[in-house]
């Protein structure tokens, strides 16, 4: 069994902030659809909270949460309490997308190989902010993927 290339797949406004109350402080369609086709047919781990803040388990994804809490447990959620229990419940996959929160993607970042960064070009109020990413990323591309959105892709030096 190989080890799952991770991929970090976040929404980011300008100010750092990716998330406010459990919510996503925008609503942009566009981010909405490139998020489906980032991770539609692979596992995605995620924090507790922001499994409860979806709408509902998303078709064809694997939901695997993070919690410390032992007892915890929801329909549909496949639980780890840790990032190795996660990249092992993960199993024998190429990809492995990491969609939050803030705790769930500072446990990921040094072991990301690539990173899916939607800048929002904005600076909405919010209480979640991104990690710092560091100086070991570069884009490897960018493109407009709205009116005041870009995807791009970073990858490790």
Same mark, same amino acid.
């Not at 998020?35 to 980032?38: A, M, N, Q, S």
């Not at 064809?60 to 229990?85: F, K, L, M, N, Y």
């Given at each position: 069994m190989s080890a799952p290339e991770i991929v970090i797949?976040?929404? @980011?406004?300008?100010?750092?902030?990716?998330?406010? =109350? $459990? !919510? &996503?402080?925008?609503?942009?369609?566009?981010d909405l659809k490139h998020?489906?086709? &980032?991770t539609m047919g692979k596992p995605m781990v995620m924090g507790?909270? !922001?499994?409860?803040?979806?709408? $509902?388990?998303?078709?064809? @994804? @694997?939901?695997?949460?993070? !919690?410390?809490? @032992? #007892?915890? #447990?929801?329909? $549909? =959620?496949?639980?780890?309490?840790?990032?190795?229990?996660?990249? =092992?419940l993960a199993g024998d996959v190429a990809e492995?997308?990491?969609? $939050?929160?803030?705790?769930?993607?500072?446990?990921?970042?040094? &072991?990301?190989?690539?990173i899916e960064l939607t800048e929002v070009h904005d600076t909405p109020e919010g209480d979640t902010l991104m990690p710092p990413l560091g100086t070991d990323w570069r884009v490897s591309s960018r493109e407009m993927g709205g009116p005041i959105i870009d995807f791009v892709t970073l990858v490790r030096d």
């Open positions: 797949v976040v929404a @980011r406004a300008d100010n750092r902030v990716i998330g406010n =109350a $459990g !919510t &996503l402080p925008w609503h942009i369609p566009e998020f489906k086709k &980032l507790r909270k !922001t499994f409860e803040s979806l709408p $509902g388990r998303l078709p064809g @994804r @694997r939901h695997i949460v993070i !919690t410390r809490d @032992r #007892q915890w #447990q929801a329909e $549909g =959620a496949e639980v780890a309490h840790d990032a190795e229990g996660a990249i =092992a492995l997308a990491v969609i $939050g929160g803030a705790d769930i993607f500072a446990m990921f970042l040094p &072991l990301a190989h690539r």
